[in-house]
């Protein structure tokens, strides 16, 4: 039995809706082969979702972990927080990682490799890891990507083999694709969930061995609550911008038909915040009662447009709660799947109406 070498999974010619489909010819005659679904990701951009449970996740990464020495951990700086998954956290906990964080060409340009560093060792406290080193990357510019390998053949001069593991989407397949001779061998693609079992790649005139694996899907984004056009937008894949927001007493922040954010604190308090997101994200000041209106009417028009036709009745299904917080000035309140709001002059009290599933917490400000 062979792999599909883009994306891991076993070649089979019995079923062409199942992942690893080839025809019987390329079945007998290739071992180097590349599955149907690989193709079409690969050649046209199509999307073939494949989502794997947690219960598949582990197991897959299971096979793979005991005998790899080190892990190359890939988190996405956009999306720290939820890329530090806790099951992750629990499965790699006593092995040696090398923290890759990636995506650095979308921050905004005031936050460089160096101020990121400072904040980023500062949050690994509050992980169980043991952290060899870390790495600020972006796999786009090719920055930081070759002082990966200097620093793991530091730690491992006669070769290792390293598991490199993370959330979906956050550049793991792209990141071994750069170091291999001919590239695009894994396949990559703007959608989550591409990878599907761990595939092997001896990296050329190096004794590493990177195993690339499946990415597991966070709990709490709010951008697993929308469909796939809508989770383009709301993901961003170009820089981040910044929105200053001064809230009057009681307005309401709306981003896009998404959520709601009502300013709950005095009336002599005028709070004022930068909101982060990707450029598909508005921003619409609002009064509550046109806020609710909006969020009731389930008609996409110019504010809402995320969700859009096709899953805003989907997105209104689910169980919508109002929660309140209290956010101290220079503070982040991250929305995990959409980015982060910093209070500039605060406190900042809120209630916030999201879906119930949707996860929000306050962290360092990231960009002071
Ligand atoms: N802006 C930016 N995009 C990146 C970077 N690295 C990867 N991407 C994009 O992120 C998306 C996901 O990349 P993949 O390599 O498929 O991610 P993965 O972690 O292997 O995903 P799964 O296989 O689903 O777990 C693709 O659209 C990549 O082009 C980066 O450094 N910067
Ligand atoms: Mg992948």
Redesign the pocket.
Known sequence: MYKCLGCGAMLQDKDEKKPGYVSEKVLIEKSNAICKRCFKIKNYGEYIPVKLSKEDYVKEVKKVLPSSELVIL?VDIIEFSSSMDEDIITLIKDKPVILVV?????LPRQMNPSKTAVWIHERLKEYKLKVLDVAM?????NYGVNGILRKINHFYKNGVNAVVM??????????I?NYLAKNSV??????????LNFVKMRIPDTKIVLI?T??IIPKGRISDEVCEKCNLKIVP??KVVVKRVKLDFERVIMLNGLLFIQNINNENERPIIDIYTGPDISVHETNIDKAEELMDRTIVNEIIKIPCDECIDTYYDNEFVYTEYSIPENTDFVIKGLGWIAVRRGPLNIKVKAPKNVEFITREVFIK
Do not use: F, H
């Open positions: 890939v990636n995506k650095m060409d979308i990357i972006s796999n786009i510019s993370g959330a979906t989407n956050v550049g793991k397949s792209t990141l694709n894994l396949t990559v693609s703007k959608y989550p969930g591409t990878t690339d499946p990415g894949t170009k």
